[in-house]
């Protein structure tokens, strides 16, 4: 099996482990779950496919063959698995801050007006 021409078995392989990682921040935070966020994440996990996708493609076609045939889908998929769960960390860090933001405008109930017994 000529494995030169198949820059993407790589993602064929990860698809399973990819799916987990996906779920797994498509769940977590479980609140809150408005239109917004999950625009937010699809556009996130969509980044992480493609960013993933071009970087098989360009680490495929910089390897250096004469480390063996494996090695341009080694280093392929290597590099990019470190570029997919590198966009998800800054997209659950771009996430968190957004949402922290958005909760620290509004006032949880009861809080913010007037505290009983004090005049004004």
């Known amino acids: ?11 064929l392989l990860f698809a399973p482990w990819f799916l987990i990682l996906a779920v797994l921040y498509w769940v977590y935070p479980r609140q809150p779950r408005h ?15 493609v960013a993933f996708v071009a970087t098989l493609h360009w680490t495929h076609g910089y390897a250096d063959r004469q480390y063996g045939a494996m090695w341009p889908q080694i280093l392929a998929t290597s590099a990019g698995y470190g570029v997919f769960l590198l966009v ?16 620290a405008g509004r006032a949880p109930a009861g809080v913010g007006g007037s505290v009983p017994g004090e005049g004004a």
Do not use: E, K, T
């Not at 239109?35 to 496919?49: E, S």
């Not at 998800?88 to 909760?103: D, E, H, K, P, Y």
């Open 1 to 11: 099996m000529n494995l030169s021409g198949m820059p993407d078995l790589a993602l």
């Open 35 to 49: 239109a917004r966020r999950r625009v937010f994440d699809i556009m996130a996990l969509l980044v992480a496919i």
């Open 88 to 103: 998800l960390v800054i997209a659950i860090f771009v996430r968190r801050a957004w949402l922290r933001r958005g909760q």
